[in-house]
């Protein structure tokens, strides 16, 4: 079955730079159409952050554009998300998901907290 494993988050103060990571295993790379990132605050909707398609489009939410960047590692199933210029309003749980053929599948989250 799909899994995906996050990785990445942590504590990091205003200003500051995370990586996050998402690696998914079984399934083929081929039958990926779309990688992206969630995330959900205390309180709040889950909302979608940055996409990316299997051609390399890519999608932001307008308060991250300019300071997140999504990549994609097609040979290892792997998605990125590069995010600078933290803010406290950032902080939530950020959920990786993969699209394909067969649905939607969900990562199980890690948490980004910004906070000084």
């Known amino acids: 079955q799909v899994q995906l494993v996050e990785s990445g988050g942590g504590l990091v103060q205003p200003g500051g730079s995370l990586r996050l990571s998402c690696v998914a295993s079984?399934?083929?790379?081929?039958?990926?159409?779309?990688m992206g990132w969630h995330r959900q605050a205390p309180g709040q909707q889950r909302e979608s952050v940055a996409s990316?398609?299997?051609?390399?489009?890519?999608n932001y939410r307008d308060s991250v554009r300019g300071r997140f960047t999504i990549s994609r590692n097609t040979v290892r199933n792997t998605v990125y998300l590069q995010m600078n210029s933290l803010r406290p309003e950032d902080t939530a749980v950020y959920y990786c998901?993969?699209?394909?053929?067969?649905?939607?599948?969900w990562g199980q989250g890690t948490q980004v907290t910004v906070s000084s």
């Open positions: 079984g399934i083929r790379g081929f039958d990926i159409n779309v």
């Open positions: 990316i398609t299997a051609r390399g489009n890519r």
């Open positions: 998901y993969v699209d394909q053929k067969n649905g939607r599948n």
